[in-house]
């Protein structure tokens, strides 16, 4: 499914990665969950269950593995609204009948294999919702015990990260960095500097520079894509810490600093500004990202980009 938003595509690249899934499971799901989880065996699933309305509002991903030597599966269904969705347990439900009906109908499979549903949110808002469908449902805690049994209810996993504290954000770097980033991006810029500068030292942790090289480049494509306002003289900040704290990859936050200072040049520089564009593509920064920071168009760059490949 194409990819609508910055913090779609940011949740995708980081925990759509079965390393860093794997991570963030063994560091976030309770333990009576995980002694029956085989995490090791986790198969990314290429469907999503979202429809296209709510594609601004929700992301999932789905992985396939073994629970309780059974075939199962981890769903994680990430909202990136400002406020948390009340009706989150019938859509919840509504995506794993999908699951369901999906695995009979293509597989031929004879039952239903376990769903584990887990809520990521990042919103500017506290969730203050219950976490079971139960909750919907208008008296059905007064309800006797023999009348629930013909009511459906479950209950799901939530991880309100806006209210993690430093302490709480655990794993390798690529999951840090993601749950950091995701807490603080409603952050005025002075806080949304800090939380990038904490990242950048989180990229020392990683021994293939290389990685740590896209996930810095994926970080500050996130930052720049949801609209943070960061001037010339943030990223030259954030330039001089990155060269102290992590220097291998100054060079490609020196490339965002490059276009930012191609911004507003006149026509008669429009060879210097295509330039920029040209190196941008090189370092392989989103065309929507060179688009937003030089004022081409977003057509104009990927015809750059087109040229470039022939």
């Known amino acids: 499914m194409e990819i609508h938003n910055p913090h779609d595509k940011f949740f995708k690249e980081t925990l759509g990665k079965v390393a860093v899934a794997e991570d963030f499971l063994l560091n976030y799901l309770p333990p009576s969950i995980k002694s029956i989880v085989d995490i090791t065996s986790l198969e990314p699933q290429k469907d999503s269950f979202i429809s296209r309305e709510l594609q601004e509002s929700y992301t999932d991903l789905l992985f396939k593995t073994r629970i309780k030597q059974y075939e199962g599966y981890i769903y994680f ?6 406020y948390p969705s009340r009706d989150i347990a019938y859509q919840l439900l509504r995506y794993m009948v999908d699951i369901w009906a999906a695995k009979i109908e293509k597989e031929g499979l004879e039952h239903l294999p376990i769903i584990i549903p887990l809520v990521v949110y990042h919103g500017q808002q506290n969730w203050r919702i219950k976490t079971t469908l139960g909750a919907l449902i208008p008296g059905y805690e ?21 209210e993690f504290t430093d302490d709480e954000i655990k794993g390798q770097a690529q999951l840090k960095i993601l749950l950091t980033m995701f ?16 990242s950048v030292g989180y990229l020392q942790e990683l021994e293939d520079k290389q ?3 896209e996930c810095l ?9 949801v609209g943070k306002n960061l001037g010339r003289t943030d990223v030259d900040r954030i330039i001089k810490e990155i060269e102290t704290t992590y220097p291998e990859g100054s060079e490609a936050v020196m490339t965002i600093a490059e276009m930012l200072r191609a911004e507003g040049r006149e026509e008669g520089r429009e060879e210097g500004r295509l330039e920029v564009v040209k190196n941008a593509i090189k370092e392989g920064m989103e065309l929507a990202l060179i688009s937003k920071l030089t004022g081409f168009s977003k057509e104009e760059v990927e015809k750059i980009a087109r040229a470039m490949a022939n």
């Open 77 to 82: 269904l990430f909202e990136h609204k400002s």
């Open 183 to 198: 807490r603080d991006i409603h952050r005025n810029r002075e806080g949304v500097i800090q939380s990038i500068l904490r």
């Open 142 to 162: 007064q309800l006797s015990e023999d009348v629930k049994s013909f009511v459906p209810d479950y209950k799901y996993l939530l991880y309100d990260v806006s």
């Open 217 to 225: 480049k994926t970080m500050m494509s996130y930052v720049f894509g």
């Open 211 to 213: 990685t740590g090289i």
